[in-house]
């Protein structure tokens, strides 16, 4: 089944303890981003990889990490996390991240730092 | 400054009655738009798009229509079925310019009434 994978679901963690979310996708798509959603304020792009190595900040890229060291993954990095960071975590891919191919969307990371 | 609006956090229809969501833009520059269907505990699912090319789009049930001078798009649901109730994104980006992102909405959550 296509799909993009986010792991864990679920994290509750403590102010400046490192965490990684996980993503893969199996479709072999060219395009990955993380988006963080929070209440009244939509879907919000952290970062954005077009292709293996190459990534480029989103609109809210302060304080998250990502590597996109081969086509299927695209981990986000928490150095320090903050309750700022507090949210809900999407993960996508699309074949080309142009036009005509809308996302795929994973599960989602509900994130709570304390 | 909000590029993409969805002024009604929420809107409830009877079942069986036409739901119409609806979506402005700021950025003249944007020529495709995308509504996404989000459902509780899942990330969203593209539902359908439009470019600046069409006034309309239709796909089954689901119909957009843009109206490039009004900077508007709205999406009609005909009939409403009870599976309709979710957080529906407008979405808007750049056609052609790769370095662009998508930029959504806040949402709009669809209630359908029995």
């Known amino acids: 089944e296509a799909q993009v994978t986010q792991n864990p679901r679920y994290l509750i963690t403590v102010t400046g303890k490192k965490l990684t979310v996980t993503c893969s996708q199996n479709?072999?798509?060219?395009?990955m981003s993380w988006y963080r959603q929070d209440p009244g304020l939509g879907l919000r792009q952290i970062y954005y990889?077009?292709?293996?190595?190459?990534?480029d900040k989103g609109d809210v890229p302060e304080g998250y990490k990502v590597s996109r060291k081969e086509k299927r993954n695209f981990p986000l990095i928490l150095e320090s996390p903050s309750p700022n960071q507090t949210s809900l975590y999407f993960c996508?891919?699309?074949?080309?991240?142009?036009?005509?191919?809308?996302?795929?969307f994973g599960n989602g990371t509900r994130l709570t730092v304390t | 400054d909000q590029q993409v609006k969805q002024n009604s956090p929420s809107l409830s229809v009877q079942e069986g009655r036409i739901s119409i969501l609806n979506c402005d833009y700021t950025?003249?520059?944007?020529?495709?738009f995308l509504w996404y269907k989000k459902y509780p505990a899942e990330g969203p699912t593209f539902l359908i798009s439009i470019s600046s090319i069409k006034d309309k789009n239709e796909d089954g049930r689901f119909t957009v229509f843009l109206n490039k001078s009004a900077k508007h798009l709205s999406l009609h649901i005909v009939p409403s079925q009870p599976g309709d109730s979710a957080v529906y994104f407008c979405a808007a980006s750049r056609w052609g310019n790769r370095d662009d992102k998508i930029i959504f909405g806040k949402g709009t959550r669809l209630h359908i009434l029995p």
């Open positions: 990889s077009m292709n293996v190595e190459v990534t």
């Open positions: 996508a891919s699309s074949p080309t991240g142009t036009e005509n191919s809308p996302l795929h």
């Open positions: 950025n003249s520059m944007f020529d495709y």
């Open positions: 479709m072999n798509h060219e395009y």
